[in-house]
Nanobody
Framework: QVQLVESGGGLVQAGDSLRLSCEAP?????????MGWFRQAPGKGREFVAA?????????YADSVKGRFTISRHSAKNTLVYLQMTDLKPEDTAAYYC????????????WGRGTQVTVSA
């Protein structure tokens, strides 16, 4: 089972920035289709946030974060992705989960344990 190591959550104020990191250590670059992030706020279902496709480096964002969040992949560590979050809002408060889509799977096949992001007004 591929493990995902997340970091970077915390407590910030509205308007602040935060960067989340997620790495799939030991995972071959060629075995990955995409990596991304979902989030889940208290009392709500999991929501797609952003994804980075290995082929072509295409990125996809939820409308709620478009223009504020940026997903990228480390240039040297090919299985390390970042989620740069700017202009954070209280409604961004959630547990953020890193996800990985591996070759041969039909969808996101591995989920991280989550990292908490709390944005105060």
């Amino acid at each position: 089972q591929v493990q995902l190591v997340e970091s970077g959550g915390g407590l910030v104020q509205a308007g602040d920035s935060l960067r989340l990191s997620c790495e799939a250590p030991g995972r071959a670059f060629s075995s990955i289709v995409a990596m991304g992030w979902f989030r889940q706020a208290p009392g709500k279902g999991r929501e797609f946030v952003a994804a980075f496709r290995w082929s072509g480096g295409r990125t996809v964002y939820a409308d709620s974060v478009k223009g504020r969040f940026t997903i990228s992949r480390h240039s040297a560590k090919n299985t390390l992705v970042y989620l740069q979050m700017t202009d954070l809002k209280p409604e961004d408060t959630a547990a953020y989960y890193c996800v990985l889509h591996q070759v041969g799977a039909s969808t996101w096949s591995t989920w991280g344990r989550g990292t908490q992001v709390t944005v105060s007004a």
